[in-house]
């Protein structure tokens, strides 16, 4: 069973709907969760940081982690065309995987449709 | 800030070349990591600095690998010989401190004929 799992899609919705991106991993000892947004032949941003669990909302974006199912995701409200990207789900046993690097997902492909 | 800058942006060579790729991470990250991006294995750490200092080479593939720091403002990536299996996307990223956010860079889409 590989550390992070991310469900590679594609996942085509509407624009105007909510979208919801998951990864379950297997590494307790994770802690630290982030939510990265690539653009075709363009590096990783950070959309989304979190701790431990619970919900973490930035504007249209909400981030949900459960630690006791070891399930985190990603939603995103009033989807638009622009969010159409891969998101790579991210985490960290230390703060900001400064100390040993992320271990990251596959990466999702969204694509919202016009 | 210009952001980390990697260079070559994209580099064929033949199988069996040396390949050296290129890294300038932001002023005052003391951390530097080295990615690798394929489509089957998704993106991973190959080595990470902390203050020029190599800390994890556990993912450093073959030692046809190799990646030095020899200042806070340049890291290298080398590939020698080159195989095709090592076409891939190569990112450099970087952050200030543990708590800090990794930026990446625009990677280099290297492909080994």
């Known amino acids: 069973q590989k550390e992070v799992e991310q469900d590679p899609g594609p996942l085509s919705v509407p624009e105007g709907a909510i979208v919801s991106l998951n990864c379950t991993y297997s590494?307790?000892?994770?802690?630290?969760f982030m939510w990265y947004r690539q653009y075709s032949r363009k590096g990783p941003e950070l959309l989304m940081y979190?701790?431990?669990?619970g919900n973490k909302e930035d504007g249209r974006f909400t981030a949900q982690v459960d630690k006791s199912s070891k399930y985190i995701s990603l939603f995103i409200r009033d989807s638009q065309p622009s969010d159409s990207a891969t998101y790579l789900c991210?985490?960290?046993?230390?703060?900001?995987?400064?100390?040993?690097?992320?271990?990251f997902g596959k990466g999702t492909h969204l694509i919202i449709q016009p | 800030d210009a952001g980390v800058i990697q260079s070559p942006r994209h580099e064929v060579t033949e199988m069996g070349q040396e390949v050296t790729l290129r890294c300038k991470p932001i002023?005052?990250?003391?951390?530097l990591f080295w990615y690798r991006q394929t489509m089957m294995r998704g993106l991973e750490l190959l080595i990470y600095?902390?203050?020029?200092?190599?800390?994890?080479d556990s993912g450093m593939p073959e030692d046809r690998f190799s990646a030095k720091m020899p200042n806070a403002s340049f890291s290298t990536l080398k590939i020698q010989p080159s195989e095709p299996r090592d076409s891939a996307v190569y990112f450099c990223?970087?952050?200030?401190?543990?708590?800090?956010?990794?930026?990446f860079g625009p990677g280099t889409r290297l492909t080994v004929l």
């Open positions: 991210a985490m960290s046993a230390r703060s900001g995987g400064g100390a040993d690097g992320l271990t």
């Open positions: 590494n307790s000892a994770f802690q630290y």
């Open positions: 979190t701790y431990s669990s």
């Open positions: 002023s005052g990250h003391d951390y």
């Open positions: 600095f902390n203050n020029n200092v190599p800390i994890d």
């Open positions: 990223a970087s952050n200030p401190f543990p708590g800090g956010t990794q930026y």
